[in-house]
């Protein structure tokens, strides 16, 4: 074997580990990464059921139900201008009621629905995660308020009109 051919392999096999090591790397962060959509992004992104996301709007109102077994709770989170039906099981942080920002993470299920594994409330009257505020704006659904401070409108009324 020629030292230019010992050498051309030697390449060859530095680049065919390198190769293995980039793959390696990508498949482990396209496990770990986690997507935000609002509800309108959401549908429109067409994301398949089973995939782990994170959605952020505004708790719709009269859209919280309680279920019987006293840790299940069902809401809607909408951005004015689509909504997603939401189940949660486990612990509901203090903060969270109708008309505040929430971000939930899970997974899609085929009928639609969005099955959570985790809820954040926003933790004071000013803050919003960035990407609910971002949601928001891009539904036309924020302006700001006094001294520049970011103030949420509220969610369209639903039902009939006076």
């Known amino acids: 074997m020629t030292r230019k051919r010992r050498r051309l392999y030697f390449v060859l096999g530095g680049l065919a580990l390198l190769g293995l090591a980039v793959g390696l790397t990508l498949s482990a ?9 609002g509800p309108s992004d959401l549908y429109a992104q067409h994301i ?3 995939r782990l996301v994170r959605i952020g709007g ?11 077994d006293g840790s299940t709770l069902d809401f809607t989170i909408t951005d ?8 949660y099981r486990g612990t509901v ?31 004071d009257e000013r803050y919003m995660p ?12 924020w302006q700001e308020g ?5 103030v949420p409108l509220a969610p369209p009324a639903t039902g009939a009109n006076p």
């Open 29 to 37: 962060l396209n496990d770990n990464l986690v997507f935000f959509y």
């Open 48 to 50: 398949p059921p089973g």
């Open 58 to 68: 505004l708790v719709a109102a009269g859209s919280v139900k309680h279920e019987a």
């Open 80 to 87: 004015g201008r689509k909504s997603v039906p939401v189940t």
């Open 93 to 123: 942080p203090d903060l969270f009621r109708e008309g505040q920002g929430v971000v939930v993470e899970g997974r899609l299920t085929p009928s639609g629905d969005f099955k959570a594994t985790t809820l954040l409330a926003k933790h």
């Open 130 to 141: 960035p990407e609910v505020v971002d949601a928001l704006k891009k539904a036309g659904r």
């Open 146 to 150: 006094e001294n520049g401070k970011p």
